[in-house]
Every structure is written in structure tokens, then in C-alpha cells.
Nanobody
Framework: QVQLVESGGGLVQAGGSLRLSCAAS????????MGWYRQAPGKQRELVAA???????NYADSVKGRFTISRDNAKNTVYLQMNSLKPEDTAVYYC??????????????WGQGTQVTVSS
């Protein structure tokens, strides 16, 4: 089994910054891709940013130039540096990891979510 533990959410004023962290633990051989998704009330969950084990990244257009995703493979941890935050960034942010087990199977795991609230 695998657990993803998220931290770093909170309340911040527009223009401020937050750094989210997500650490994976458990039965892990390797992690292919890790990413951050977010969901606001009444909206569908959307991809914010993703990163592969090799360092390739992908961002939603709405966050390009403001957010930066990174990872520490040795610690099975992914980060999301969020700068120039806007009220529309307010959402619950979920960590996702594509985990390869010791048996060669791959599964998607999700964190419990962390609230990010940006005030005007």
C-alpha cells in the first residue's frame, strides 16, 4: 500500500506565495509521474502540473509562469511552488502519483487534499 501526505496549504493574500509538498511512502519500487490537481466547488478536478521521473513537466495554461513543479526522487516527494497567487487559484489541491510496485504493477494514488485559499 502507498500513502501520499500533503502539506503546505493555507490562506494567503492575492500576490502571495505558497509551497505545497507531497511525500509518498509505502510499498514503492519507483514512481513514474507525480502531479497536482485541484478542484473548486462546483467545478471538475483539473490538472495543475505534472512531472515525470526524468524531469519533464506539463502545466495548465492558467498557471504557466506562476507555478513551478519539482520533485526529489530520492525522497519520493513532489513540490508545487505557487507564486503570484490569484483568487481563482482557490481550491482543494490533490497530489497524485503513478507508482510502480515491486511486482511490476502500476497504480495511481491520491492524497487527501489540502485547501488553498487566496483572498483579494
Amino acid at each position: 500500500q502507498v500513502q501520499l501526505v500533503e502539506s503546505g496549504g493555507g490562506l494567503v493574500q492575492a500576490g502571495g506565495s505558497l509551497r505545497l509538498s507531497c511525500a509518498a511512502s509505502g510499498s514503492i519500487f519507483s514512481i513514474n509521474a507525480m502531479g497536482w490537481y485541484r478542484q473548486a466547488p462546483g467545478k471538475q478536478r483539473e490538472l495543475v502540473a505534472a512531472i515525470t521521473s526524468g524531469g519533464s513537466t506539463n502545466y495548465a495554461d492558467s498557471v504557466k509562469g506562476r507555478f513551478t513543479i519539482s520533485r526529489d526522487n530520492a525522497k519520493n516527494t513532489v513540490y508545487l511552488q505557487m507564486n503570484s497567487l490569484k483568487p481563482e487559484d482557490t481550491a482543494v489541491y490533490y497530489c497524485n502519483a503513478e507508482v510502480r510496485s515491486w511486482f511490476g504493477n502500476e497504480y495511481d494514488y491520491w492524497g487527501q487534499g489540502t485547501q488553498v485559499t487566496v483572498s483579494s
